[in-house]
């Protein structure tokens, strides 16, 4: 009898156990990453341990108090390829300390104890391509045969603040070393030998600092050095204590390099009137970085009979009445010259309406970080900046969108147009913007646009950031059918929900905005394939389950800052959940099939007992009508 009640019971035993199993295992499929950064910068080591994983790739134990480095100091970490370790007190490296990191390629122990150059243990470095060993306790740069790196060596940081010495003899063994990148901190030199770094040959950069110290010396090192590079970059070089002036002439009529950089230099306003000899030297592209100028700058063009310059960028004037332009017989001739011009950070007010028409092949602008108006750049002269393909004017005091559009309708070449962090926003009286139809990419981030904007942007976009606006709902962008891109972060959207794309959008930021709700569905709606909706103050609940189960395993939409940046605002319970280790009660979630559950496990003693009981009367009767036959 009991076999038979079991046997009866099977199927809905069977279909009961297969629900639960599936509704309780949730299984959560974790990848470490495979390049990770570990930093442990200033945390007392190696006192205080560093847990590096295996697959750590960079490492940084700079800021601590490491006095030597040991052997086999990171045995695990074998796919190890970058390793700071600046600003210990390292005095000593073992031998062997690097045999367990094969790969390592730039390793920077600059700012240590090390008492000479060689110090290191090359042999176990046979991949090492950029060293940086500068600012260490030694007095004399010497790079003599135990200085042996294995070929891969491209990029070398040496020097003092503290004062060196550089003599022909210790330093002729650069030159076998085929180094592409060389940065000479020479802060205070107490010995320059003449001839000591003409050894370096067929660089791409040379990079002197030398920190505001003695300019006659620097001026034996460039005069060195300034035909063996094709960038040369100076820094923190003071040319305003110095009873004479720097040659500049003379250098650069010596030299043959093709691009220059200035970083941090002070200046007097005598140094304007050398310009023509720019531009009859060979550098193409001069960038000025952090100019801290003295006096007046009268910014003196002069007759020159070529001009190979095409890159002029300025970034940074701490004097904002320094430079002064005056109007000028070459300044058309100079103008015309230049394909790319960057004044960032200057202080200007306006871009007067003789250089912006001059400016014939011009290409690349930024004026970003002044206190430009549109009204002042793009002027009603006649189409200023003909041939203009970049336009920047992030940071500035720009007002009006409709002012914006109109004013750069004429730049038929114009692709790219930044004007983030300005107060744009939609005047009412506008009707229509006659924009470009060249322009692809629209950057107008951190301004006052509403909903209405989008009416009025261009249709030929690919990309569109209208991030930190005030934008509280996505219209139909459909009539965009070229956008590939669409940045909307930081605004006040609060629901995807029915949102309409063109079919050809691959990447949509929405992150930080008033999101509470997001489904799975929706996701899966709006068809891209990059997706950021982090930072919103997502409310979770059951679907929330199938959102994150979604996240985790998707191959058709990645989704960005997945999973650290997805996390719960409400319920309390949950906050500060991340959507990842998201956990709620069962039951709770599946509450009609709790339901189902309740109700078989209350019918399931009454089908048992009626089974029972039916079965149990059977058996009398079959009994009686055995005896009755017998009888008979």
Request: aromatic fraction near 8%.
């Amino acid at each position: 009898m009991n076999y038979r009640i079991m046997g009866s019971l099977r199927p809905l035993v069977a279909v009961l156990i297969l629900v639960l199993s599936v509704s309780l295992v949730d299984e959560v499929m974790c990848f470490p990453d495979t390049d990770v950064t570990t930093n442990c910068s200033s945390t007392g080591y190696p006192a205080v341990p560093c847990a590096a994983p295996a697959n750590t790739v960079t490492l940084d134990l700079s800021h601590n108090y490491m006095e030597r480095v040991p052997a086999g100091c990171f045995p695990h970490l074998q796919k190890l390829k970058r390793l700071l370790l600046q600003s210990n007190r390292i005095s000593a490296v073992d031998p062997n300390a690097f045999q367990h990191n094969p790969v390592l390629e730039y390793l920077d122990i600059s700012h240590n104890l090390l008492p000479q150059i060689s110090a290191l243990p090359f042999t176990s470095l046979p991949a090492l391509a950029y060293l940086d060993i500068s600012n260490n306790a030694y007095k004399d740069i010497i790079v003599d045969n135990s200085f042996d790196p294995r070929g891969n060596l491209r990029g070398l940081k040496l020097g003092s603040s503290h004062g060196i010495t550089i003599r022909r003899d210790q330093v002729k063994r650069l030159g076998n070393l085929r180094l592409k990148e060389v940065h000479l901190v020479a802060g205070k030199v107490k010995e320059y030998e003449p001839g000591s770094l003409s050894a370096l040959k067929n660089m791409d950069m040379l990079t002197l600092d030398t920190e505001y110290s003695d300019t006659a010396t620097h001026l034996l090192i460039l005069t060195d050095t300034c035909n063996n590079t094709k960038t040369l970059t100076v820094t923190k070089l003071d040319l305003t204590k110095t009873n004479i002036v720097f040659p500049v002439q003379d250098l650069l009529e010596r030299s043959t390099f093709s691009r220059l950089i200035a970083k941090d230099w002070m200046i007097d306003g005598i140094y304007c009137k050398l310009m023509p000899y720019f531009l009859n030297s060979n550098i193409e592209e001069l960038y000025v970085e952090n100019l801290h100028g003295k006096d007046l700058c009268n910014f003196t063009i002069g007759t020159f009979t070529r001009c190979h310059l095409r890159i002029f960028s300025l970034n940074g004037i701490d004097n904002r009445d320094f430079m002064r332009f005056r109007p000028q017989l070459t300044i058309g001739k100079f103008m015309a010259c230049l394909t790319d011009i960057s004044a960032i950070n200057i202080s200007t007010r306006f871009f007067p309406c003789e250089l912006s028409v001059a400016l014939v092949n011009l290409k690349t602008l930024n004026l970003s970080i002044n206190e430009l108006l549109e009204t002042r750049v793009l002027t009603d002269c006649q189409s200023p900046f003909p041939k203009l393909q970049s336009l920047a004017v992030d940071h500035n005091m720009f007002e009006h969108l409709g002012v914006l559009g109109n004013k750069t309708a004429h730049m038929k070449d114009l692709v790219n147009l930044t004007a983030s962090y300005n107060t744009i926003h939609l005047e009412p009286q506008v009707i229509f913007i006659n924009w470009t139809k060249s322009l692809r990419r629209l950057n107008l981030r951190g301004n006052q646009l509403t909903n209405e904007a989008f009416l009025f942007l261009p249709q030929t976009l690919e990309m569109l950031d209208i991030s930190y606006n005030i934008i509280h709902t996505i219209p139909n962008l459909q009539r965009m059918n070229n956008l590939r891109e669409l940045f909307l972060s930081g605004n006040k959207i609060m629901t995807l929900h029915n949102v309409l794309l063109p079919s050809s959008v691959r990447l949509l930021r929405v992150d930080r905005n008033n999101m509470s709700i997001v489904s799975e569905a929706t996701i899966r709606s709006l068809n891209v394939t990059q997706l950021d909706f982090s930072g919103n103050p997502l409310h979770c609940d059951c679907d929330t389950l199938q959102l994150a189960q979604f996240c985790r395993d998707s191959s058709q939409t990645e989704i960005l800052g997945w999973p650290s940046r997805y996390r719960c605002q409400s319920p309390d319970s949950l906050r500060n959940e991340t959507l990842q280790q998201l956990s709620l009660p069962w039951p709770s979630c599946h509450k009609g099939l709790c339901a189902l559950i309740m109700i078989c496990c209350i019918c399931l003693p009454i089908i048992c007992y009626l089974l029972f009981k039916k079965l149990h009367g059977q058996i009398p009767h079959f009994s009686r009508d055995l005896s009755y036959g017998s009888v008979s």
